[in-house]
């Protein structure tokens, strides 16, 4: 198994090789000893509002026992959650697991016609969603299968008077809610007080089970839902627990949770890892609100944060940020998108703690990889596997790449799913027999077995014969003091197929296209150098501040056909 495994010999020390994955038979028994052992600790906080585990299981089992009692929905059936950050998304996902049924992420940023994709394409028949966002569901749930709706108010939970006065705030002064019809629609706070009268369901549910049809592009194509389940989300959360070890004191540790729970990436290391510890998630509702953001660190002592690399950059780039207390701080944890050199030795000097890079995706649960939490300074790297994860690298050919060679990454280990969701084609396109999964991602391991991503296999550029990665390309110019963010694309180009085009936001107002290009001349070779800068206010991100690389690609090509 060394053989095969070669950065063991280098794993952070007191870090298993391998994790028993048979401690917990689902996810609900994970969250029931949760409840038993910490019942008077804050599991989820809220616009300063806290909701222990002993409240969570309570309110869980009354939504639970609605869902079976009142809708006979049960173990298999789909229950779509459309919520940002609230109080509410842990009681609706607690309370779904434990009566048995599979739930399925909605985006609430999602148009109209996301969302009756992923409606129809999961079967979901019941839904939990803001108001905020019901006017999206009433464009669309007459062509899906769903027969039961739940709206909530941002309000909601959070208790009188704050809870009513925010509502009004969201509703009659900003101006958020859109108006909406979706007769027979219940509300949220109805369902719990109706709950609490009905018998609380026991399913049987065991690792094979699935949880989440967490929706995703996968390494290609339409959006599907990956078939992630309790096993793999377990697996997952136990094998972050093995990789914190000791640093982590259950019943002790407060996490920043500013991505959105309905993200595989917050879902697993926030929500099911803090589980794990008997910790709290401090829930960020809205976190391009930056200057909120702040106020909330400010009020609240946190052992760890996640993020993706933008988030993080606009911390850093608020004048308010340095000026925190970080002394409870243990980790940062980044992933999504690559981490720029840049914002990581930035976020080191600011704060003092290093940003701790993982790789992972929707198909893995999603952690594969991550880097050990010791390390001092910023490496570029993606890490190591996580206990009993197997990772190769291959090529085209499907064979093993030589050592240091850039390869396809292959992960396998229990937190793979079991594929997507009715799409046996697409899953036997990424996922053999023997259980490896190809992510379509490109990386080279070194001699100490850390991996490096070199790219993603379809954002790779390819000028005269030459790989160019976009990755390396957007480290180089997001270096630069003038610039805030930057994406690197290949476009067309009649003499060497294509050449690298620069999406730009400044920092300095003041910089120019030629300022930039004379930066690059310096530090990268002829062929990586940019040809084309086009400067913007912001660039296009996904819904967990991801830049999306696909989106500018596609208005390039609309602009070639006009």
């Given at each position: 198994?060394?053989?095969?495994r070669?950065?063991?010999?280098?794993?952070?020390?007191?870090?298993?090789?391998?994790?028993?994955?048979?401690?917990?038979?689902?996810?609900?028994?994970?969250?029931?000893?949760?409840?038993?052992?910490?019942?008077?600790?804050?599991?989820?906080s809220?616009?300063?509002?806290a909701l222990?585990?002993?409240?969570?299981?309570?309110?869980?089992?009354?939504?639970?026992?609605?869902?079976?009692?009142?809708?006979?929905?049960?173990?298999?059936?789909?229950?779509?959650?459309?919520?940002?950050?609230?109080?509410?998304?842990?009681?609706?996902?607690?309370?779904?697991?434990?009566?048995?049924l599979?739930?399925?992420?909605?985006?609430?940023?999602?148009?109209?016609?996301?969302?009756?994709h992923?409606?129809?394409?999961s079967?979901?028949?019941?839904?939990?969603?803001?108001?905020?966002?019901?006017?999206?569901?009433?464009?669309?749930?007459?062509?899906t299968?769903?027969?039961h709706?739940?709206?909530?108010?941002?309000?909601?939970?959070?208790?009188?008077?704050?809870?009513?006065?925010?509502?009004?705030?969201?509703?009659?002064?900003?101006?958020?809610?859109?108006?909406?019809?979706?007769?027979?629609?219940?509300?949220?706070?109805?369902?719990?007080?109706?709950g609490?009268?009905?018998?609380?369901p026991?399913?049987?549910?065991?690792?094979?089970?699935?949880?989440?049809?967490?929706?995703?592009?996968?390494?290609?194509?339409?959006?599907?839902?990956?078939?992630?389940?309790?096993?793999?989300?377990?697996?997952?959360?136990?094998?972050?627990?093995?990789?914190?070890?000791?640093?982590?004191?259950?019943?002790?540790?407060?996490?920043?949770?500013?991505?959105?729970?309905?993200?595989?990436?917050?879902?697993?290391?926030?929500?099911?890892?803090?589980?794990?510890?008997?910790?709290?998630?401090?829930?960020?509702?809205?976190?391009?609100?930056?200057?909120?953001?702040?106020?909330?660190?400010?009020?609240?002592?946190?052992?760890?944060?996640?993020?993706?690399?933008?988030?993080?950059?606009?911390?850093?780039?608020?004048?308010?940020?340095?000026?925190?207390?970080?002394?409870?701080?243990?980790?940062?944890?980044?992933?999504?998108?690559?981490?720029?050199?840049?914002?990581?030795?930035?976020?080191?000097?600011?704060?003092?703690?290093?940003?701790?890079?993982?790789?992972?995706?929707?198909?893995?649960?999603?952690?594969?990889?991550a880097?050990?939490?010791?390390?001092?300074?910023?490496?570029?790297?993606?890490?190591?596997?996580?206990?009993?994860?197997?990772?190769?690298?291959?090529?085209?050919?499907?064979?093993?790449?030589?050592?240091?060679?850039?390869?396809?990454?292959?992960?396998?280990?229990?937190?793979?799913?079991?594929?997507?969701?009715?799409?046996?084609?697409?899953?036997?396109?990424?996922?053999?027999?023997?259980?490896?999964?190809?992510?379509?991602?490109?990386?080279?391991?070194d001699?100490?077995?850390?991996?490096?991503?070199?790219?993603?296999?379809?954002?790779?550029?390819?000028?005269?014969?030459?790989?160019?990665?976009?990755?390396?390309?957007?480290?180089?110019?997001?270096?630069?003091?003038?610039?805030?963010?930057?994406?690197?694309?290949?476009?067309?180009?009649?003499h060497?197929g294509?050449?690298?085009k620069?999406?730009?936001?400044?920092?300095?107002?003041?910089?120019?296209?030629?300022?930039?290009?004379?930066?690059?001349?310096?530090?990268?070779?002829?062929?990586?150098?940019?040809?084309?800068?086009?400067?913007?206010?912001?660039?296009?991100?996904?819904?967990?501040?991801?830049?999306?690389?696909?989106?500018l690609?596609?208005?390039?090509?609309?602009?070639?056909?006009?």
């Amino acid at each position: 198994m060394a053989d095969s495994r070669p950065w063991l010999a280098h794993y952070p020390a007191g870090v298993p090789a391998d994790i028993r994955t048979d401690t917990y038979p689902s996810i609900v028994a994970m969250f029931e000893e949760a409840c038993r052992r910490f019942p008077e600790r804050p599991a989820y906080s809220s616009f300063g509002v806290a909701l222990t585990w002993a409240e969570l299981d309570r309110l869980s089992a009354r939504f639970s026992a609605w869902l079976s009692t009142e809708w006979k929905l049960g173990k298999g059936d789909r229950l779509a959650i459309m919520l940002p950050n609230l109080l509410q998304y842990p009681i609706a996902l607690f309370g779904a697991l434990r009566a048995g049924l599979t739930v399925v992420n909605v985006n609430p940023l999602y148009t109209a016609r996301e969302l009756e994709h992923q409606l129809k394409d999961s079967g979901a028949t019941a839904i939990v969603v803001l108001e905020n966002f019901a006017s999206t569901l009433q464009e669309a749930v007459a062509r899906t299968e769903v027969k039961h709706v739940i709206v909530t108010s941002i309000g909601d939970q959070l208790g009188f008077p704050k809870g009513a006065l925010i509502t009004f705030a969201v509703r009659h002064v900003k101006k958020m809610v859109p108006h909406w019809s979706l007769p027979g629609h219940l509300c949220f706070g109805d369902v719990l007080r109706k709950g609490a009268s009905m018998q609380v369901p026991h399913v049987q549910l065991g690792h094979s089970d699935i949880a989440f049809l967490q929706y995703t592009g996968g390494t290609t194509g339409v959006a599907k839902g990956a078939m992630l389940t309790h096993g793999n989300m377990v697996s997952n959360a136990l094998q972050l627990a093995a990789w914190v070890g000791d640093l982590f004191t259950r019943g002790e540790e407060r996490m920043i949770t500013a991505l959105p729970l309905y993200h595989i990436f917050s879902l697993t290391v926030n929500a099911l890892f803090m589980m794990h510890f008997g910790g709290e998630n401090i829930l960020i509702t809205n976190p391009r609100d930056i200057p909120g953001f702040i106020k909330t660190l400010k009020k609240n002592r946190w052992s760890a944060i996640t993020g993706v690399n933008t988030l993080y950059n606009a911390l850093l780039n608020h004048p308010q940020f340095a000026a925190l207390d970080f002394s409870s701080a243990k980790f940062a944890l980044a992933g999504g998108m690559a981490v720029q050199r840049a914002v990581a030795e930035k976020w080191k000097k600011t704060t003092g703690i290093p940003l701790i890079e993982g790789y992972g995706l929707t198909e893995t649960s999603p952690v594969a990889t991550a880097n050990p939490l010791d390390i001092k300074d910023y490496t570029g790297a993606i890490g190591m596997p996580l206990p009993s994860t197997d990772l190769t690298l291959r090529d085209d050919s499907g064979h093993d790449v030589p050592a240091g060679e850039p390869g396809e990454i292959c992960v396998r280990g229990p937190q793979v799913m079991q594929g997507y969701w009715n799409r046996p084609e697409e899953t036997a396109n990424v996922l053999d027999a023997d259980g490896w999964l190809r992510t379509g991602d490109i990386a080279r391991m070194d001699e100490k077995g850390l991996f490096y991503i070199v790219d993603r296999k379809k954002d790779m550029i390819l000028v005269s014969g030459f790989n160019v990665y976009p990755n390396e390309i957007e480290d180089v110019v997001a270096e630069h003091p003038g610039v805030l963010e930057v994406a690197a694309i290949g476009v067309p180009d009649e003499h060497s197929g294509e050449v690298v085009k620069l999406f730009v936001v400044k920092k300095d107002p003041a910089l120019t296209e030629d300022a930039l290009k004379a930066y690059c001349h310096d530090r990268l070779t002829g062929y990586k150098r940019p040809r084309h800068v086009e400067f913007r206010k912001e660039l296009p991100k996904s819904n967990v501040g991801k830049i999306l690389r696909r989106a500018l690609r596609d208005e390039e090509k609309a602009h070639a056909k006009t």
